[in-house]
């Protein structure tokens, strides 16, 4: 289960999705630049970002769920998030997202709202 | 002719020895007292008989006081004795009354040390209390200090099961004419075994008058702790009041920050339980905090489901309207924020979004198996509204105020009666 809360630190509003479906990431936000002088010696630039790191999710939701989570990030668009992850690790950031798209995917009458629905969510922070 | 008594005559008459003075007068002597009473008696010498403390000690069985002077004296021991009582009641008044005088000025110190210790036991209502009022005055020069610090600590020991509340009260008045330093230090210590009301009020009034900078501040901390799920308060009042003369610089500020916000999750260790992962079931708790965004609707949105899509302007009082079939999968619903993204030197992440700035919702939707008629319908309808206010219900029956926009877009004859179309609608859910 992924947890989303915010706005951090005063935690007011938690939301609850299933885990992603597989193909999620976890990614450095950091870079390096890389600069040859005419001597052939290398020189590298490296912009750190505290640890900071994107991740990135794909979920197959209930069409209610799906609005449930595009009315969290309409209202936490800004602030703070934390986010605890399918692995029970914790971060703090915030979601990138932007535009967030909801597309149905196809009919499920057992679901809330009767279709499924393909979001990706992006998230950058840090580990607690 | 007189008779005359002489000594040997007496002796003889009486069979006891008797005193004679060469007057020819009885005289009492010790030893004939002793013989007649069978008690000592004393004898001043003149021939009267005297009572002293021994005799008295003698015929009452009780000591008597005794001056000196033959009078018997009762002391207050006696009396004790005789009636029986212990003593009821001990009080000690202590008054100290301190007065420096001097016309020059030089350093004055005044102070006084009460010490009081009072003990209460075995009594079903155990009350020990101490009621200290000092008052220090000191006028007119500077370089003085006044200063009381008082140390009061009782402790009830509960050993019945009976209420006992143990309590402090310290009332603290200082007021200098020109105010150099005004301090006051308390501290309460209470101890219960068994706790049934703990409870400090604290009353701290301070006066100042006229100086160049007047400082007044009270530091209170309170901290109580339970161990069982009980309501913690504290209630502090302060009052200051500052009556100045001459006006000077003064600095006032408070720096406390202080938010609360409370969150909750429903059966959060089997949320697939309640099915929270599917439904619409945002949990909403509370904040104080003033600059926190407005929380998500708790209301679950109602969707019902249609077949179709109507299209319609205006949009208050629909004069032109068309409909089209419900869309194909695969249709989107975009939240675009308006926002700012950057990143500091250090590398941290900075959104910034003001709440004014606009949240757009975009519907993008694509038809099939459109008749010809149908399609030309939308290209008037599209045609007719360009840039205008348009109504749409979507097959969720949610109603839309917004603007069509990428006009261009193609109607596509796929085959006969096959025609396909799509747009895209910016708007906001009303």
């Known amino acids: 289960v992924i947890r989303l809360s915010a706005p951090y630190p005063t935690l007011e509003t938690v939301t609850l999705l299933p885990n992603p479906e597989f193909g999620d990431s976890e990614a450095l936000r950091d870079t390096v630049q890389i600069r040859r002088a005419m001597d052939g010696t290398t020189y590298s630039y490296v912009r750190r970002t505290g640890g900071r790191r994107q991740l990135q999710y794909d979920f197959n939701l209930g069409r209610m769920k799906a609005l449930e989570l595009i009315a969290f990030v309409r ?40 279709e499924r629905v393909s979001v990706r969510l992006e998230f950058e922070g840090v580990k607690q | 002719m007189a008779l005359r008594v002489t000594q040997s005559h007496v002796s003889v008459l009486g069979d006891e020895p008797a005193g004679f003075d060469g007057t020819g007068k009885l005289r009492v002597t010790q030893s004939h007292v002793s013989v007649l009473g069978d008690q000592a008696a004393g004898f001043d010498g003149t021939g009267n008989l005297r009572a002293t403390q021994l005799h008295v000690a003698v015929l009452a069985t009780e000591g008597a006081g005794h001056d000196g002077t033959g009078t018997l004296r009762a002391t207050q021991m006696h009396v004790c004795v005789l009636a029986g009582l212990p003593p009821e009641a001990v009080s000690d008044t202590i008054s100290l009354n301190e007065t420096v005088s001097i016309n020059v000025g030089y350093n ?37 200090k006044a200063s009381d610090t008082i140390a009061l600590s009782e402790a009830t ?14 009332t603290v008045q200082e007021e200098l004419l020109r105010t150099i330093e005004v301090e006051d230090t308390l501290a309460l210590t209470e101890q219960s075994v068994k706790v049934v009301v703990v409870e400090d009020t604290i009353s701290l009034s301070e006066i100042l008058f006229n100086d160049d900078r007047i400082e007044v501040f009270d ?21 200051e009041s500052v009556t100045f003369v001459k006006t000077g610089q003064r600095d006032g500020s408070d720096d406390v920050v202080l938010y609360e916000s409370a969150s909750y999750i429903v059966n959060a260790d089997c949320p697939e339980c309640c099915d929270v992962t599917e439904r619409y079931s ?18 679950v949105p109602t969707l019902t489901s249609s077949h179709s899509i109507v299209l319609s302007h205006p949009f208050d009082s629909p004069t032109l309207s068309m409909t089209l079939r419900a869309p194909l999968f695969g249709n989107r619903d975009r ?27 975009t519907l993008v939707m694509d038809f099939a198996v459109l008749s010809e ?23 969720e029956s949610r109603h839309w105020r917004g603007v069509l926009i ?23 859910l009303v």
Request: with cysteine; net charge negative.
């Open chain 1, 75 to 114: 209202s936490y668009q800004a602030s703070k998030i934390q986010l605890t992850d399918h692995l029970d690790q914790v971060w703090v950031g915030n979601l990138t997202v932007n535009p967030m798209e909801l597309e149905t995917a196809l009919r499920s009458p057992t679901s809330p709202g009767r």
């Open chain 2, 108 to 144: 004055k110190s005044a102070s006084d040390t009460i010490a009081l210790n009072d003990e209460s036991d075995f009594l079903l209502t155990a009350e020990a209390s101490d009621t200290i009022a000092l008052t220090e005055d000191a006028v007119g020069l500077p370089g003085k």
């Open chain 2, 157 to 170: 020991t509960l050993r019945m099961g009976w209420f006992r509340s143990p309590s402090d009260t310290v």
């Open chain 2, 219 to 239: 530091i209170v901390v309170l901290s109580d702790t339970s161990e069982i799920p009980v309501d913690g308060s504290d209630t502090i009042s302060l009052l």
């Open chain 2, 282 to 299: 945002p949990f909403v708790g509370t904040s104080s905090d003033p600059d926190s965004p407005d929380p998500p609707s708790t209301t």
């Open chain 2, 335 to 361: 939240l675009t924020n308006q926002r700012i993204h950057r990143e500091s030197r250090g590398g941290t992440l900075i959104v910034y979004s003001d709440p004014q700035w606009p949240k757009v919702y």
């Open chain 2, 373 to 395: 008629e149908t399609a030309q319908d939308y290209l008037d309808f599209l045609a007719a509204t360009l840039g205008k206010e348009i109504r749409l219900v979507d097959h």
């Open chain 2, 406 to 428: 990428q006009p261009d877009d193609p109607i596509t004859r796929n085959k006969r009666c096959d025609l396909s179309a799509s747009f895209v609608f910016e708007g906001e």
